[in-house]
T-cell receptor, first 111, second 113 residues
C-alpha cells in the first residue's frame, strides 16, 4: 500500500462549481499535512497547511481526519486559474524530515 | 530573493554520459532533497541531506550520487546515464522545524537517448 494515495483524476468541472479532493495516508505517525499545487511543467508550490481543526483560505478549505487518516481539499467557486495538479503531502520526523508526496489530482476547470 | 536555484533547466544526454545537476538555496535551510517526477508515479525521493556533511539514500537512489558541498549547495550526479533516468528532477529544501513546508527549484527536464 502506498504511503499517500490520491485519485489522479482528471476532475473536469465547470467554472463556478465546487470540487473536493481526498487523500489517504497509511502511517499513523504522520505529523504534518499539506496541499501543494503544481502547474503544468512547473515546480510544486505550497498551497496550504492542513490542521486538525480545519482551515480556510479564501475559496479553499482543508480538513484533516486523523481517525480515518485522510485529508481533504475543497475548492468553492472554481476559477479557470485553479486548473492544476493538487498534491497531497504528508510529513513526519524520523531521523530526518520525511516528506511523502501523493501522485497528485489533476483539476481542469472548464469555461 | 532567489529561493532554490536549480541548473540546468533542460538537458539531453546520450546513454553512458555523465552529468551533474546543481542546486543551491539561500534560505539557510538544513535539509535538502532530490526528487524525480515521472507520469503516474508522483515525486519520488532519490537522495536527501538532513544537514551539511550528511547524505542518505531515498526511495530510488540507484544510478545516482550526491554531494552536499556546503549548507547552500546539494548536487546530484548521474555517472552513466540510462534511458530509465529520463525524468523531471526537482531539488527542494525545507525550513528547519517546519515539517513538509518544502521549497522547490524550477526543475530539470532530462532526456537520455
Amino acid at each position: 500500500r502506498k504511503e499517500v494515495e490520491q485519485d489522479p483524476g482528471p476532475f473536469n468541472v465547470p467554472e463556478g462549481a465546487t470540487v473536493a479532493f481526498n487523500c489517504t495516508y497509511s502511517n499513523s505517525a504522520s505529523q504534518s499535512f499539506f496541499w501543494y499545487r503544481q502547474d503544468c511543467r512547473k515546480e510544486p508550490k505550497l498551497l496550504m497547511s492542513v490542521y486538525s481543526s480545519g482551515n480556510e483560505d479564501g475559496r479553499f478549505t482543508a480538513q484533516l481526519n486523523r481517525a480515518s487518516q485522510y485529508i481533504s481539499l475543497l475548492i468553492r467557486d472554481s476559477k479557470l486559474s485553479d486548473s492544476a495538479t493538487y498534491l497531497c503531502v504528508v510529513s513526519r520526523s524520523g531521523g530526518y524530515q520525511k516528506v511523502t508526496f501523493g501522485i497528485g489530482t489533476k483539476l481542469q476547470v472548464i469555461p | 530573493n532567489a529561493g532554490v536555484t536549480q541548473t540546468p533547466k533542460f538537458q539531453v544526454l546520450k546513454t553512458g554520459q555523465s552529468m551533474t545537476l546543481q542546486c543551491a538555496q539561500d534560505m539557510n535551510h538544513n535539509s535538502m532533497y532530490w526528487y524525480r517526477q515521472d507520469p503516474g508515479m508522483g515525486l519520488r525521493l532519490i537522495y536527501y541531506s538532513a544537514s551539511e556533511g550528511t547524505t542518505d539514500k531515498g526511495e530510488v537512489p540507484n544510478g545516482y550520487n550526491v554531494s552536499r558541498l556546503n549548507k547552500r549547495e546539494f548536487s546530484l550526479r548521474l555517472e552513466s546515464a540510462a534511458p530509465s533516468q529520463t525524468s523531471v528532477y526537482f531539488c527542494a529544501s525545507l525550513e528547519t522545524g517546519k515539517l513538509g513546508e518544502a521549497f522547490f527549484g524550477q526543475g530539470t527536464r532530462l532526456t537520455v537517448v
